[in-house]
């Protein structure tokens, strides 16, 4: 029997904001919001226990890696420009500090749709002997439509997730969509979610006031921040929001805030093949690598494997895996060199007719619970972006497809896939107001720090140039493969580095380098 994961928390909001035209009503309208947002700054945060908070067992497992960690919900307008209407409750995970604290880190692990909760204690694990958590309280929280805040995104159920007869998006996929389906999309999210309304404020420039309003009830006249992949996106609007209330940013992984969607994504799978090449080289090593011992040809030999499971999928896990969830389990294992020998394990299993290892890669990567509860990572991810990114038309679409397999050439499935690339935020409700280029000509931010290290397969390196010099930021450039490095608190250089400027806001030399 299927069965929702969240309980579709409906808030509706009530009529819609009146236009104010002309500057005295907008300065006016200005006034009257920062001073209706005094109540959400003075708040007290209950803390409590996180039982109740985790919505898988895989969460509830991970967030045991923080012992001492206490849990609170904080209150934020769903609309900041209806102060007083309607509200969202947003989940907030606390670790004190390990020795005398000098205040609070605030975190945010990617995504969008990623588990500031979880992702908190991940991070508190990775840091657990670094000077960073010795001296501040680590903060996570989920932003709006993520995990244990409400309204939640709630667009399939955990068997459907399973079986993947619901996909969101058609870009990196073989996926063909209709209107209709973009529609039908659009209407189970907002079903699922708690109306249409609320799928109007889930952008990240809303999360980035929520930030705010976090940091003023911590206690914080000035944000310390650290964002990892998407969290850099987060902590660069926030920047541009808000740069007097920032007293330091790390941000790991970034994402470039030049780029359009069209750009960034082809980018992002030109990573993806350069980490599968680097994956092909260490599976050559090996004796009995199924992409043989050529790296030169690994791409047409994976395609030779894969293609076949768009007619012909296999068995994998009670289910079956197609050439879409083929390339989506490499990818999931791309993130990270230690996940390749997996791939590799995956590939020849397919070979031999199953795909449990590739599936457990997606299951491992969404973080699904061994009680076959899915996070509602993927669908928060889609309903952000679809208030964040460029909205493509459906020829635009097409080119997008053409575009990334010319760029990522394992991902190419051998056949005609412009037709039906549509995109799968079509028919949302609200046009996307992030904007591209963003957070250009800020003034008055502090010293920042990006680190970016040169194989990242999701974020790359070029991406974080721009950003560091977008922000005026210091760059910490680590030589390696891999995405995210500073959470991990796996190398001497970047822990120290991130921990002297994060504790004494001593940025690194220009042109400093850290290796893996």
């Not at 226990?49 to 890696?65: F, N, Q, V």
């Not at 709006?144 to 996909?167: F, H, N």
């Amino acid at each position: 029997m299927e069965h929702r994961r969240r309980g579709g928390t409906r808030i509706r909001v009530g009529a819609g904001v009146l236009a104010l035209t002309g500057v005295l009503a907008g300065c006016a309208a200005e006034e009257t919001a920062a001073s209706d947002l005094e109540a959400f700054h003075a708040q007290e945060l209950a803390w409590e226990e996180c039982a109740d908070y985790p919505d898988t067992a895989g969460e509830a497992a991970l967030l045991e890696l923080a012992p001492g960690a206490e849990c609170a919900r904080m209150e934020v307008p769903l609309d900041y420009e209806d102060p007083e209407g309607e509200r969202a409750s947003v989940a907030v995970l606390r670790v004190p500090a390990r020795g005398e604290s000098t205040g609070s880190l605030v975190y945010n692990p990617g995504g969008p749709g990623g588990s500031g909760v979880v992702g908190a204690a991940l991070a508190f694990a990775g840091l657990a002997e670094s000077e960073i958590t010795e001296r501040f309280d680590l903060v996570g929280f989920d932003p709006r439509g993520v995990g244990a805040t409400t309204p939640a995104v709630d667009c399939y159920t955990d068997e459907e997730a399973d079986r993947g007869v619901v996909p969101l998006g058609s870009q990196g996929t073989t996926v063909s969509f209709t209107e209709d389906d973009t529609r039908e999309i659009m209407e189970r999210c907002a079903e699922g979610t708690g109306g249409v309304e609320v799928l109007e404020h889930l952008g990240t420039r809303d999360t980035a006031r929520d930030m705010d309003v976090l940091r003023a009830v911590l206690g914080e006249e000035e944000l310390t921040y650290f964002g990892q992949s998407y969290g850099t996106r987060l902590g660069a609007v926030y920047a541009e929001q808000f740069p007097d209330r920032v007293r330091a940013m790390v941000l790991d992984g970034a994402m470039s805030p030049l780029e359009g969607s069209f750009e960034r994504r082809v980018n992002a799978y030109a990573g993806f093949q350069s980490a599968f090449d680097e994956m092909a080289v260490a599976c050559a090593a090996e004796a009995d690598c199924p992409l043989g011992a050529d790296p030169e040809v690994a791409t047409e030999r994976f395609q030779e494997i894969v293609r076949p499971l768009r007619e012909d999928p296999v068995p994998a896990l009670g289910s079956e895996l197609d050439f879409d969830g083929a390339v989506g389990g490499v990818i999931a294992g791309l993130y990270s060199p230690q996940s390749w020998p997996r791939i590799t394990e995956g590939i020849a299993e397919v070979e031999q007719g199953r795909g449990d290892a590739l599936m457990q890669l997606i299951y491992d990567f969404g973080l699904r619970g061994p009680d076959g509860r899915w996070p509602n990572s993927l669908e928060a991810n889609h309903a952000i972006n679809c208030m964040d990114e460029d909205r493509l038309t459906p020829e635009q679409g097409g080119e997008l497809r053409e575009a990334t397999y010319a760029q990522a050439p394992f991902m190419d499935p051998g056949v005609d896939v412009t037709e039906g690339a549509r995109d799968g935020c079509e028919a949302w409700p609200a046009e996307p107001e992030l904007g591209f280029p963003h957070a250009q000509d800020v003034e008055g931010l502090p010293d920042t720090l990006v680190v970016s290290i040169t194989g990242d397969p999701s974020t790359p390196h070029a991406g974080g140039i721009e950003l560091a010099d977008t922000l005026g930021s210091a760059l910490l450039t680590v030589e390696g493969e891999g995405h995210g490095i500073v959470s991990l608190g796996t190398n001497a250089c970047v822990d120290e580095a991130a921990a002297r400027y994060l504790v004494d806001l001593e940025v690194p030399e220009p042109d400093a380098t850290c290796t893996l």
